[in-house]
């Protein structure tokens, strides 16, 4: 009994300090309509940030206009980059609707307590079939000696 009663008193507190992680989960995602990702590309200003999730590879052969790359890790949840929250709302992408990058990037970024982020719904997949545009990057030309 003794033994147990020790084990309990060890994990407490390491029990307590893990409840906060079910403030933020898959559930507490808000997701964002293809369509409306698509206005804020056209929207004039700075009052939207899109966010590629997906793997470098992916991003330069094709990404939303305007998207930036940025991954979880980036994200530093107990200082995160001040201009984060000057956004009126942050649009995250993945490949597809489950793409766990762009989850665990929302989940980093709700965290951090950025306001007004959201996981576009249906992926880069749809926003490529329904004929949106798409940016790609262009390798540095090299030269010829």
């Known amino acids: 009994m003794k033994h147990s009663a020790w084990i309990v008193g060890a994990c407490l507190p390491a029990l307590i300090g893990l ?3 079910d403030k933020v989960s898959d559930n507490t995602i808000e997701p964002v309509r293809l369509v409306d990702v698509a206005k804020a590309t056209r ?19 094709g990404h939303i206009p305007g998207a930036q790359r940025m991954t ?25 609707p489950n793409h766990n990058a762009a989850k665990a990037l929302v989940k980093r970024l709700m965290v951090a307590e950025v306001s007004s982020t959201y996981l576009m719904d249906d992926g880069f997949v749809a926003w490529k079939a329904q004929g949106q545009p798409v940016v790609t990057e262009q390798p540095a030309p090299t030269s010829s000696k």
Do not use: F, M, N
């Open 19 to 21: 409840s906060g992680c």
């Open 43 to 61: 929207a004039k200003g700075d009052s939207y940030l899109i966010l590629d999730a997906r793997d470098a590879a992916s991003y330069d052969a």
């Open 72 to 96: 979880a890790a980036q994200i530093d949840p107990k200082d995160p980059d001040p201009r984060l929250s000057s956004y009126k709302a942050i649009y995250v992408y993945g490949e597809h």
